[in-house]
């Protein structure tokens, strides 16, 4: 098995895509003007303390108040609330913590207003990104991700990942961890620990422990509303979390990009800095790897799977639907059951790898074509749980309903992603009445004539939609070859399904665009 990131700049921030044996699994989009990333820590004022909702609203710089609960305040609270007065009156305590007495634990069942007052400043991280009309969600629990292990501050508990089930493992890493953590820190171990060595975990510990101590700088001088630990870049933090033997390949096709990522990648695990390699071909680095076909065709409200079925994926405020539907399978199979558990089963691979693609959270209800046999819905039921193990984000699936229904509860941190995959036309946009007399290969023809007579272009290159492609170089004597007679010039068609069906663009031989 196969695992491949592709990352794509652009002139917005970067794509990124993960492959598994070719296919499209994971999809992000990271933009340069994102704010409020999950992970990262901002200073910021209470506004408004709601006793109804036991919750405040904190001002973090979002056009709405971002929203912190009762039960996300954390135990620690009032110790953090002590340490952020401390450091914002310049006091010259110590980031590392040593010595730092700490405050009483909140009760659990306590009222918000005993613990936060209107205009209070607050240490605050965002743990889920605005979505839809709501602002961010916050929690004073602040933790820092690693590798490795999760940093905790104000804390001391050691604890395992679950997923990690060998208990002499589980022992030996909560021994190893409590013997080097610092003074008032907990540490996660996370589930990529499991086998590594001291000398691993202490050099991810002390480049968690170096970020606080560099946070902690930031917010003696920091103003309400500044972002005072910021998550890194989306990129470098799939690689944080997914990276690791299995992967053959990272292509990035941006030189400062390139370098960012190999720096991070020599950082976190060295041996890995060979798969690395910076793209420089012309071709569009998602035009060649087929992820740009595979955005088109996994996006849509309809979702072909394997022998003919499809999915139809609705979504709405409250939750997500995903019908599952037999097409033209039908016809394959002897009797309705077969049928039935035979495109239910290869819909359930095809249901996990949309949730992941699309980033899709909350309530998700999937209805399955109806089985008579309890064995059957047990079998879909198991494939679904299988096909969902890699997927990082928290999730719940209930086994199937007597009626083939599903619910599947999927932790939403971020929103949806969400692709257009229906184009209006630019020609006629969208009115279905056409007022340019020229079409589109006649305007490509005169553009070209133009630049390689009047401009005496030597090499050049054109980017086009394959529709158009195939026009041009189809058959022996292609058009482009009438070309190449005509102006004793080759010119270069590249194939990139991003354009629309009347857009193109023309690149000299430095790969410069040329205004047409």
């Known amino acids: 098995m196969s695992n491949e990131l592709i990352i794509n700049s652009t002139q917005n921030g970067c794509r990124i895509a993960l492959l598994k044996n070719k296919q499209l699994v994971e999809f992000h989009q990271e933009s340069d003007g994102n704010r409020f990333n999950v992970g990262d820590i901002y200073l910021g004022t209470v506004k408004k303390v709601v006793q109804g909702l036991n919750a405040a609203f904190i001002d973090i710089g979002y056009e709405k108040d971002a929203f912190l609960h009762y039960l996300d305040l954390g135990p620690q609270v009032q110790s953090l609330n002590k340490f952020t007065k401390l450091a914002l009156s310049k006091n010259s305590m110590s980031a590392k913590l040593s010595g730092f007495k700490h405050e009483p634990d909140i009760n659990k069942l306590g009222k918000i207003s005993q613990v936060l007052t209107k205009n ?154 060979k798969i690395l390699k910076l793209y420089q071909n012309r071709v569009k680095v998602f035009e060649s790897f087929n992820i740009e076909k595979q955005l088109k065709t996994s996006f849509g409200k309809s979702v072909s799977i394997a022998n003919g079925g499809y999915l139809i994926i609705e979504h709405t405020e409250a939750l997500h639907v995903i019908d599952v539907n037999s097409g033209n399978k039908s016809n394959q199979e002897d009797n309705q059951e077969t049928t039935a558990l035979k495109v239910n089963l290869e819909a359930a691979s095809e249901v996990a790898r949309q949730l992941r693609l699309r980033d899709m959270g909350g309530i998700i209800v999937v209805d399955f074509i109806d089985m008579r046999k309890s064995e059957n819905r047990k079998k879909v039921y198991d494939r679904i749980k299988e096909v969902m193990k890699d997927d990082r984000s928290k999730h719940t699936v209930l086994p199937l309903s007597k009626f083939g229904l599903l619910q599947i509860t999927r932790q939403r941190v971020r929103p949806e992603l969400n692709i257009a ?42 980017s086009l939609h394959p529709y158009i492609h195939a026009y041009f170089t189809r058959g022996i004597f292609s058009r482009r070859v009438k070309w190449f007679l005509r102006y004793l010039k080759w010119v270069h068609l590249i194939e990139d399904s991003s354009l629309a069906l009347t857009e193109f663009s023309v690149l000299n031989n430095r790969g410069e665009a040329i205004e047409t």
């Open 421 to 462: 995959t229906r184009e209006v036309c630019p020609t006629c946009n969208g009115t279905g009445q056409i007022t340019a007399a020229i079409s589109i290969a006649d305007q490509i023809e005169k553009t070209l004539d133009h630049i390689l007579t009047a401009q005496n272009e030597k090499k050049i290159t054109v």
């Open 120 to 273: 209070q400043k607050i240490l605050v991280q965002v743990v889920k990104e605005p979505i839809s009309t709501k602002g961010p969600r916050l929690s004073c629990e602040l933790s820092l991700a690693g590798r490795y292990l999760v940093l905790v501050p104000f804390s001391n508990a050691v604890n395992v990942s679950k997923r990690i089930g060998d208990a002499n493992e589980r022992k030996r890493l909560s021994r190893l961890i409590s013997s080097i953590k610092p003074e008032n820190f907990g540490v996660i171990i996370r589930t990529v620990a499991e086998g590594k060595d001291v000398k691993e975990l202490d050099k991810d510990l002390k480049n968690l422990l170096q970020i606080w101590i560099d946070g902690v700088k930031n917010l003696k001088t920091a103003n309400t509303r500044d972002k005072v630990i910021g998550e890194m870049n989306r990129a470098n933090s799939i690689l944080r979390d997914v990276l690791n033997e299995s992967f053959d390949s990272i292509v990035v096709d941006d030189k400062e990009l390139y370098e960012e990522v190999r720096s991070y990648v020599n950082k976190i695990a060295p041996d890995k800095e």
